[in-house]
């Protein structure tokens, strides 16, 4: 598989210890420059920044299609807009992005989008992860926003919850 993935999915593994998953999941985990901007060079001394600058696994890519970031960067930030395009110039198999006006840009130009949460989901079902709960807990405590309601909703869906 090959996966494009966002700054705050990338910062909010690396805060729980779990960057590696990312591996684990995917043949190529790929990251647009200005992600790779954002959390290494003005991220510099927070969470995720040494971590994914020593990830050799973790592939950096400078997008083609500049043009068409530069469309989608009245509507989304440049990270977002970059790795959509990114996922398109790829053929990328999944692109994870958390900011909801970025996916749903990129379900309109018909790329296999999901959040940090279904990356979780997914990582469960293909048993990379015994346990979504405990997952769920530690990015919860790491400041991830997680609402009670999708929370249940999750584990429901992962078989741990009734």
Do not use: C
């Not at 590696?20 to 969470?47: K, N």
């Not at 990129?106 to 997914?122: D, F, M």
């Amino acid at each position: 598989m090959i996966l494009v993935i966002d700054s705050s999915a990338l910062i909010t593994l690396a805060k729980v210890g779990q960057l590696d998953l990312l591996r684990q999941l995917a043949e190529t985990v790929m990251i647009p420059s200005a992600f790779y901007d954002e959390v290494v060079h003005s991220g510099r001394g927070r969470a995720g920044s040494d971590e994914v600058s020593r990830s050799e696994w973790i592939r950096v890519r400078q997008v083609v299609n500049r043009e068409g970031a530069s469309r989608l960067r009245g509507q989304i930030g440049r990270g977002e807009a970059e790795s959509i395009v990114l996922a398109q110039e790829i053929q990328a198999d999944l692109l994870i992005l958390d900011d909801a006006v970025a996916r749903r840009l990129a379900e309109e130009h018909g790329l296999p989008v999901a959040g940090l949460l279904g990356l979780l989901a997914y990582a469960k079902e293909r048993g990379k992860i015994s346990a979504l709960r405990p997952m769920l807990d530690a990015i919860r405590a790491a400041g991830f926003y997680l609402d009670d309601r999708l929370y249940e909703s999750l584990l429901r869906h992962t078989g741990e919850g009734p």
